[in-house]
């Protein structure tokens, strides 16, 4: 997919790139392949269009991913997701909070395409860098705004990955509100019941720490699970809806629904005490 992109090149943009592909010419070697000049470009612009290729081509045969994090602009990263599709590791965070400064991260859920991988505080959290390093792309809800600045903070880290941001993608097909929101439009049904959310998480954590009773880590856990979980799905659902609109020159990404095992349960006494200590703040 990634290949096929010819609009970061300057003054090429999408109807340029449209005119390559209508012409046949689908990817960076295919242009590089061609000898003569194509009849909509200058030759000036020809020749700088061939040696952006070129270029193109030689960092990606070195797998030289920064090279393409530094030219494409992030409103085209979405189209690196076939070349990429089984190294995301989908992943959500919850925290005590939003403030920076002041809120810590409580567990990470991360989701790498076979099983869920669970990270908590006090316990495993600091492994989670070894997993993230084994992969090539990751994918969040919002991570640039929220999850990402948080875990740089944890584990003194910079991302310099591939990255998939669905709330930024929900955008671009036109799509708004929050992750349960999109969900729903998109016919994702969700297993946890819908008062369930991030303010909830925090009491969850909350009360974990106070009681150390197992259940609410457990509940906290399955929400935190279902939020990962559901990544790859809408990741596949977004890719389509903008090769559709994009008309790129690409087959249909196939979506394959897996069983997955979750080792965390939701209890409903749990989430009954929940509601009746933290109730009003819900309003």
Same mark, same amino acid.
């Given at each position: ?6 609009? =970061? ?23 590089? +392949?061609? /000898?003569?000049?194509?009849? =909509?470009?200058? #030759? ?14 030689? @960092? ?7 090279? %393409? ?9 979405? #189209?690196?997701?076939? +070349? ?17 400064? +002041? ?26 860098? #070894? &997993?993230? !390093?084994?992969?090539? @792309?990751? @994918? ?15 584990? !003194? ?10 709330? /930024?993608? /929900? ?13 729903? $439009?998109?016919?994702?049904? #969700? ?7 991030? &303010? ?21 856990? @399955? ?5 990962? &979980?559901?990544?790859?799905? $809408? ?9 559709? %609109? !994009? ?19 939701? /209890? ?13 703040? %819900?309003?």
């Amino acid at each position: 997919m990634i290949e096929s992109t010819f609009q =970061h090149i300057p003054n090429i943009l999408r109807k340029g790139e449209i005119r390559l592909w209508n012409s046949g010419i689908t990817t960076w070697q295919k242009l590089i +392949n061609t /000898s003569e000049k194509h009849p =909509h470009f200058t #030759r000036k612009m020809w020749q700088a269009l061939k040696k952006e290729c070129i270029e193109c081509q030689q @960092a990606w045969d070195q797998g030289n991913i920064n090279y %393409f994090l530094q030219h494409f602009p992030e409103e085209i990263h979405w #189209r690196f997701f076939p +070349n990429f599709v089984d190294q995301i590791l989908y992943f959500d965070v919850e925290m005590t909070g939003l403030d920076i400064q +002041n809120d810590k991260i409580t567990t990470i859920v991360a989701f790498d395409g076979i099983k869920l991988h669970y990270f908590v505080r006090n316990k495993n959290l600091d492994e989670f860098p #070894r &997993l993230l !390093e084994k992969f090539t @792309a990751i @994918a969040t809800f919002d991570g640039i705004r929220t999850d990402i600045p948080f875990l740089e903070k944890e584990f !003194e880290i910079h991302f310099d990955k591939i990255h998939f941001d669905l709330f /930024s993608l /929900s955008r671009l097909v036109r799509l708004s509100g929050g992750l349960k929101q999109i969900e729903r $439009i998109l016919g994702i049904q #969700r297993n946890l019941p819908e008062e369930m959310n991030g &303010l909830m998480a925090i009491f969850l954590w909350n009360e974990y720490q106070a009681t150390q009773d197992p259940q609410f880590l457990s509940t906290l856990l @399955a929400y935190n699970a279902e939020d990962a &979980l559901h990544l790859q799905e $809408i990741l596949f659902l977004f890719y389509e809806k903008l090769r559709k %609109f !994009e008309r790129i020159p690409e087959k249909k990404l196939e979506y394959s629904p897996k069983s997955i095992q979750l080792d965390n349960i939701a /209890s409903k006494d749990v989430l009954q005490i929940i509601n009746l200590k933290y109730g009003s703040e %819900f309003l």
